[in-house]
């Protein structure tokens, strides 16, 4: 058994929706599951659509919701003939699901209020609706396919909107539901994203997570591959948004992969490689308007013999907040106090660099950062600056590999840097520059490094 995973670009029109199931087609004998994420610009609708909700009739939620309606059938009018049964069961179901939202954006307009656990069941609906035409598409082309609803089975806590899987309880269930269903039919398909609580509340594992729902299937499942199927040709040297001349990197292993991600890869949600991880269970990432494109394959460690410069990251937006006292040098606990600071005021820190009497760090920008700032400035003397970018090269044994430093810091030479950070990590080197100087820095790195 498979664990398929097919994200938005990869279902946003009647074309796409063609490419997937002539994809799936080829994969039948080794028993897909199948995981879809909302349609192209759906989720985004929907969230639009929950802001201006508590307005009431007047907001025109009515109007955004009939068009995202429409835009369902349109895609099944153009993929199933008319009279055709699956195309009567699915077009039924749409606008069943399109009522059900309808009626709950009514209820948050008469209460003038959107609560988190009404916007976790508002969204939800972009999952729901494309799985239901996907499904409609896929009996109509002849197989024998499931629908289920992943809110059965991907149980978490009750943060609605950015929840926590429940591992124990989706590992004793997904087997329960799922493994007798695949013996009885082709294919199966379900949702991304979209999860309960243990009592069958609605809640969402947040932005990207469809990737983790696959994940914590195929750990469930102990299938033999997860496939995520995306816009490009696996994970890339470099964002090929930002850098020409990148190129597909054949094979990663799960602690590059996981690296990327946390650094700025956009190809991999940061959490769908732990489940993986957890079970040893390869992940390859694939483009799906180029189906026999071989993609990246994503290993345990121990299986990917190569070691060396893997790939450029980056994240555009972050803030370093600089922290300098005499009291520092020769002091114990100094350090402690200062992360203690950061603890009590829930604030996560990616860099560390610190000497003598300074200690700096860069955080994600958008961190209100006034508390702390105000506490730490009681001992220190702290700085703030925010128009800055932090860029990681990430590779197996990186440390140890002849010649990065060099190559990397002969490319940087004509930029100023503001920070540097590689001791913690085997298979990380990063810094900060300039965010003007952004493009200017990944386009000469990646000559340098790749070219």
């Not at 897909?32 to 009739?57: C, F, K, M, N, Q």
């Not at 939800?124 to 035409?133: P, Y």
């Not at 109509?140 to 591992?167: H, M, W």
Request: some cysteine; aromatic content about 6%; proline content about 3%.
């Amino acid at each position: 058994m498979i664990v398929m995973k097919f994200g938005g670009t990869s279902v946003e029109d009647a074309a796409a929706i063609s490419r997937l199931v002539e994809i799936v087609g080829r994969r039948v004998d080794k028993k897909p599951l199948i995981v879809v994420s909302a349609l192209s610009g759906v989720t985004s609708d929907l969230y639009r659509i929950s802001s201006l909700a508590p307005a009431g009739e007047d907001s025109g939620v009515a109007e955004m919701i009939k068009v995202i309606k429409e835009r369902h059938l349109t895609v099944l009018n153009e993929l199933i003939p008319e009279n055709s049964p699956s195309k009567e069961e699915a077009c039924s179901q749409i606008v069943r699901l399109a009522d059900q939202l309808e009626e709950i954006v009514k209820v948050v307009g008469i209460l003038s209020e959107l609560s988190e656990r009404s916007l976790a069941r508002i969204v939800s609906h972009g999952e729901l609706l494309s799985s239901t035409l996907i499904w409609g598409v896929l009996k109509e082309r002849g197989y024998s396919c499931k629908y289920l609803d992943a809110r059965q089975f991907i149980v978490t806590n009750n943060n609605y909107l950015k929840a926590d899987p429940i591992v124990d309880i989706i590992k004793t269930r997904v087997p329960e539901i799922i493994s007798p269903l695949a013996e009885q039919y082709d294919l199966l398909i379900t949702q991304g994203f979209i999860s309960s609580t243990a009592d069958g509340i609605n809640t969402v594992l947040g932005r990207g997570g469809s990737d983790y729902s696959a994940s914590l299937l195929g750990m469930a499942l102990g299938v033999r591959e997860i496939e995520i199927w995306t816009d490009v040709d696996g994970v890339h040297t470099a964002d090929p948004r930002y850098v020409k001349g990148t190129r597909s990197i054949s094979e990663l292993s799960f602690e590059e992969a996981a690296e990327m991600a946390y650094f700025g890869a956009k190809v991999l949600h940061p959490s769908t490689i732990l489940p993986a991880i957890e079970s040893g269970i390869p992940v390859r990432v694939l483009n799906s308007k180029r189906g026999d494109s071989p993609g990246t394959l994503i290993l345990p460690r121990d299986k990917v013999s190569s070691a060396g410069v893997r790939a450029i990251t980056f994240k555009e937006h972050i803030s370093v907040l600089n922290i300098f006292s005499t009291r520092m040098l020769n002091a114990v606990g100094f350090l402690k106090k200062v992360f203690d600071l950061f603890e009590k005021h829930g604030i996560s820190v990616d860099l560390i660099s610190t000497s003598e009497v300074n200690v700096s760090v860069s955080l994600e920008q958008g961190v209100d950062l006034t508390g702390i700032t105000k506490e730490l400035s009681g001992f220190s003397s702290v700085t703030v600056r925010d128009d800055l970018s932090q860029v990681s090269v990430v590779g197996k044994d990186l440390r140890n590999t002849r010649g990065t430093c060099r190559r990397v810091f002969n490319a940087l030479g004509d930029f100023k840097i503001y920070m540097i950070s590689q001791g913690a990590s085997e298979i990380n080197l990063s810094f900060v520059v300039k965010r003007g100087d952004l493009p200017y820095v990944l386009q000469k790195m990646h000559s340098e490094l790749f070219n």
